[in-house]
């Protein structure tokens, strides 16, 4: 087994005094439910059990009252629509509140709110907020229950949809009962649609409410969401728990919340690799995570596709797990041709959100197939035909499918696996390369913090405009995320120097003059891989760039490839002048942490500028 622990209640910050309901066993949570109980005033309470039979009960309970759609299921088994209200389709980043005690820890990245003014507010909204609904209890375990790297919570919710939902993306049920019995600490989270219904008034389809507030409080480990029943505003064990708590977790107790997918690469010679990866949205991280490798004898296969949460061993090597259980994925884009694995994943048992219905009673939407169907009804519930002029199915339409599902799941995915690389992406057009080694840790954090995509497109000898999302997190990071570099470049120096993941930066969308991609991308992405895994192994060297590390002529395999001669060298191409204005650009966004940018970080930058002056 793995030589990475569970923290001792030690090593914690939060002492469990500091939690009312905590160390009280089960005693304390009924404490907890009660008093939400109280405040909300649902009309029953019911204790998830994660049961098969409450499964079957609360799937028949939605059907029959019209909130999920059975499709057909000869082709698509036990698998459900659900359409959201038009205003509750996304995330609500304006919305999104990180309630730390002091302002500068939630940084200037996230929107702060004191947090005993918040609670007070939300205490308003929040009274009698269930009434006329069932108050479910969720207990929820992030990882394996009882896994060394695990954590547990509840959700409270009055929402069916986010328990069943729940139930696919985290492990439930009573075995997380026994662990708070136990006396393990957890982490609570209140959900409520802020929807009541008074006496005889009948309900919606998609209860929620225009007011939403999804409020952290990083101090208290807590999460409470009102007004919406999408997404991870709705599942609160996803970004806000596995994310945003969880990061704060980690930076106390000296592990890593990670925004990425997690993949196990097998070379032809039969060794195993583990490599982690963090991309902005619309970066293909699903697709890497379920990649069909076009390289003969090389195999990819998905440990997780969203989040990855790491802490070093007793060995110095950092090991990681997928604390989910499934995938929240986004339906659009998602067909054979650009990921045929997702498409195989969904044969049944999913719930479908904001997807189209087509006229045999299964699903479709843009980029399942090339040719849409003749009819549909789109997201909204509105006839659709293809000359509509309107997306058919919403942009951020979702499925929620186990993990177990999945065709190319890795043998034993849910036990720590030990890192050998680490990835940062982002979308660019011009100036990064299509893949760079970093020197070091340090120089690896500086990918991470500096990961990027243009919003326009730049003129001759420019950058477009870039949108920064350091390390993929800019929504996830549930403090200061110059503090959370800082803890990044701590982390690294507990690794052994044979232990530390390489870290590597890629970019597949680099343009050439054209404006046309240089790189294939998809399945040929093992190319870029296999130089990953021959560096791992130090089977090849490589060349230097002002930028870092790159394949030397040659070991880029790109045989049987339709990739010009020129394109690869544009592919690799570096425009001085282009990167001394992104390294401004770099400075300015420094700028806006302050004094809290690490050190190490601002020599990177010094250290980047004076190689690309060199000669
Ligand atoms: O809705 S989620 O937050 O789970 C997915 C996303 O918006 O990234
Ligand atoms: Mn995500």
């Given at each position: 087994?793995?030589?990475?622990?569970?923290?001792?209640?030690?090593?914690?910050?939060?002492?469990?005094?500091?939690?009312?309901?905590?160390?009280?066993?089960?005693?304390?949570?009924?404490?907890?439910?009660?008093?939400?109980?109280?405040?909300?005033?649902?009309?029953?309470?019911?204790?998830?059990?994660?049961?098969?039979?409450?499964?079957?009960?609360?799937?028949?309970?939605?059907?029959?009252?019209?909130?999920?759609?059975?499709?057909?299921?000869?082709?698509?088994?036990?698998?459900?629509?659900?359409?959201?209200?038009?205003?509750?389709?996304?995330?609500?980043?304006?919305?999104?509140?990180?309630?730390?005690?002091?302002?500068?820890?939630?940084?200037?990245?996230?929107?702060?709110?004191?947090?005993?003014?918040?609670?007070?507010?939300?205490?308003?909204?929040?009274?009698?907020?269930?009434?006329?609904?069932?108050?479910?209890?969720?207990?929820?375990?992030?990882?394996?229950?009882?896994?060394?790297?695990?954590?547990?919570?509840?959700?409270?919710?009055?929402?069916?949809?986010?328990?069943?939902?729940?139930?696919?993306?985290?492990?439930?049920?009573?075995?997380?009962?026994?662990?708070?019995?136990?006396?393990?600490?957890?982490?609570?989270?209140?959900?409520?649609l802020g929807a009541p219904l008074e006496e005889g008034q009948?309900?919606?389809?998609?209860?929620?409410?225009?007011?939403?507030?999804?409020?952290?409080?990083?101090?208290?480990?807590?999460?409470?969401?009102?007004?919406?029943?999408?997404?991870?505003?709705?599942?609160?064990?996803?970004?806000?728990?596995?994310?945003?708590?969880?990061?704060?977790?980690?930076?106390?107790?000296?592990?890593?919340?990670?925004?990425?997918?997690?993949?196990?690469?097998?070379?032809?010679?039969?060794?195993?690799?583990?490599?982690?990866?963090?991309?902005?949205?619309?970066?293909?991280?699903?697709?890497?995570?379920?990649?069909?490798?076009?390289?003969?004898?090389?195999?990819?296969?998905?440990?997780?596709?969203?989040?990855?949460?790491?802490?070093?061993?007793?060995?110095?090597?950092?090991?990681?797990?997928?604390?989910?259980?499934?995938?929240?994925?986004?339906?659009?884009?998602?067909?054979?041709?650009?990921?045929?694995?997702?498409?195989?994943?969904?044969?049944?048992?999913?719930?479908?959100?904001?997807?189209?219905?087509?006229?045999?009673?299964?699903?479709?939407?843009?980029?399942?197939?090339?040719?849409?169907?003749?009819?549909?009804?789109?997201?909204?519930?509105?006839?659709?035909?293809?000359?509509?002029?309107?997306?058919?199915?919403?942009?951020?339409?979702?499925?929620?499918?186990?993990?177990?599902?999945?065709?190319?799941?890795?043998?034993?995915?849910?036990?720590?696996?030990?890192?050998?690389?680490?990835?940062?992406?982002?979308?660019?057009?011009?100036?990064?390369?299509?893949?760079?080694?970093?020197?070091?840790?340090?120089?690896?954090?500086?990918?991470?913090?500096?990961?990027?995509?243009?919003?326009?497109?730049a003129a001759e000898g420019t950058v477009g405009e870039l949108?920064?999302?350091?390390?993929?997190?800019?929504?996830?990071?549930?403090?200061?995320?110059?503090?959370?570099?800082?803890?990044?470049?701590?982390?690294?120096?507990?690794?052994?120097?044979?232990?530390?993941?390489?870290?590597?930066?890629?970019?597949?969308?680099?343009?050439?003059?054209?404006?046309?991609?240089?790189?294939?991308?998809?399945?040929?992405?093992?190319?870029?891989?296999?130089?990953?895994?021959?560096?791992?192994?130090?089977?090849?060297?490589?060349?230097?760039?002002?930028?870092?590390?790159?394949?030397?002529?040659?070991?880029?395999?790109?045989?049987?490839?339709?990739?010009?001669?020129?394109?690869?060298?544009?592919?690799?191409?570096?425009?001085?002048?282009?990167?001394?204005?992104?390294?401004?650009?770099?400075?300015?966004?420094?700028?806006?942490?302050?004094?809290?940018?690490?050190?190490?970080?601002?020599?990177?930058?010094?250290?980047?500028?004076?190689?690309?002056?060199?000669?």
């Amino acid at each position: 087994s793995a030589p990475v622990a569970r923290a001792t209640r030690a090593e914690r910050v939060t002492p469990a005094a500091d939690n009312p309901y905590e160390g009280r066993g089960l005693a304390g949570l009924r404490a907890w439910v009660a008093e939400v109980a109280a405040l909300t005033t649902p009309d029953s309470i019911h204790w998830c059990t994660g049961s098969t039979a409450e499964n079957y009960e609360l799937t028949r309970q939605a059907v029959a009252d019209g909130s999920l759609l059975q499709l057909n299921p000869e082709w698509r088994p036990n698998s459900y629509l659900a359409r959201s209200a038009a205003s509750d389709v996304a995330r609500v980043e304006a919305r999104t509140f990180i309630c730390s005690a002091d302002e500068a820890e939630a940084g200037p990245t996230n929107n702060w709110r004191e947090p005993s003014a918040l609670r007070a507010e939300l205490e308003g909204v929040l009274a009698g907020s269930m009434r006329g609904r069932t108050l479910y209890v969720v207990p929820f375990s992030l990882g394996p229950v009882g896994g060394p790297l695990s954590l547990i919570g509840v959700q409270l919710t009055d929402s069916p949809y986010a328990v069943l939902s729940m139930g696919i993306m985290t492990r439930t049920g009573d075995r997380v009962l026994d662990q708070i019995a136990a006396g393990t600490p957890w982490v609570r989270t209140l959900h409520s649609l802020g929807a009541p219904l008074e006496e005889g008034q009948a309900d919606v389809a998609w209860p929620c409410n225009d007011d939403k507030y999804i409020a952290h409080f990083p101090d208290t480990r807590e999460v409470i969401s009102y007004g919406s029943g999408y997404g991870g505003n709705a599942l609160l064990a996803k970004k806000c728990v596995a994310l945003r708590i969880a990061s704060v977790i980690g930076r106390d107790e000296g592990w890593l919340a990670e925004h990425m997918l997690l993949i196990r690469i097998t070379s032809p010679e039969g060794n195993r690799y583990h490599v982690a990866a963090a991309f902005p949205s619309a970066c293909g991280k699903t697709n890497l995570a379920m990649l069909r490798s076009s390289r003969p004898g090389w195999r990819v296969e998905t440990l997780g596709d969203d989040i990855t949460w790491m802490k070093p061993g007793a060995d110095g090597r950092l090991w990681a797990i997928n604390p989910e259980a499934g995938f929240f994925g986004v339906a659009p884009g998602t067909g054979e041709a650009t990921n045929r694995t997702a498409v195989e994943t969904l044969w049944g048992n999913t719930i479908f959100t904001n997807v189209a219905l087509r006229d045999d009673g299964d699903v479709w939407w843009e980029g399942l197939t090339e040719t849409p169907p003749a009819h549909l009804v789109d997201w909204r519930g509105e006839h659709w035909t293809p000359d509509a002029g309107r997306p058919a199915a919403h942009p951020n339409s979702r499925f929620t499918v186990s993990a177990s599902q999945c065709p190319t799941l890795a043998e034993g995915w849910d036990e720590p696996v030990a890192l050998d690389a680490i990835v940062f992406g982002g979308r660019r057009a011009t100036n990064v390369p299509l893949v760079t080694e970093a020197s070091d840790w340090a120089n690896g954090v500086f990918f991470g913090a500096t990961i990027s995509s243009e919003k326009t497109a730049a003129a001759e000898g420019t950058v477009g405009e870039l949108r920064r999302d350091p390390f993929a997190m800019l929504p996830f990071c549930g403090y200061n995320m110059a503090d959370y570099w800082a803890h990044w470049l701590r982390v690294g120096r507990t690794l052994s120097p044979a232990g530390t993941p390489k870290i590597f930066q890629v970019n597949w969308f680099r343009k050439g003059e054209d404006g046309s991609f240089l790189w294939p991308g998809f399945g040929e992405n093992m190319r870029v891989l296999e130089w990953m895994v021959r560096r791992i192994e130090r089977s090849v060297p490589a060349a230097q760039s002002p930028l870092g590390l790159v394949p030397a002529p040659g070991d880029l395999n790109v045989d049987g490839l339709d990739v010009a001669p020129d394109a690869l060298a544009e592919l690799f191409a570096v425009d001085r002048e282009s990167w001394l204005a992104e390294a401004q650009l770099t400075e300015d966004f420094f700028d806006t942490f302050g004094t809290r940018v690490p050190a190490a970080l601002r020599a990177e930058l010094a250290a980047l500028r004076y190689r690309l002056r060199q000669a």
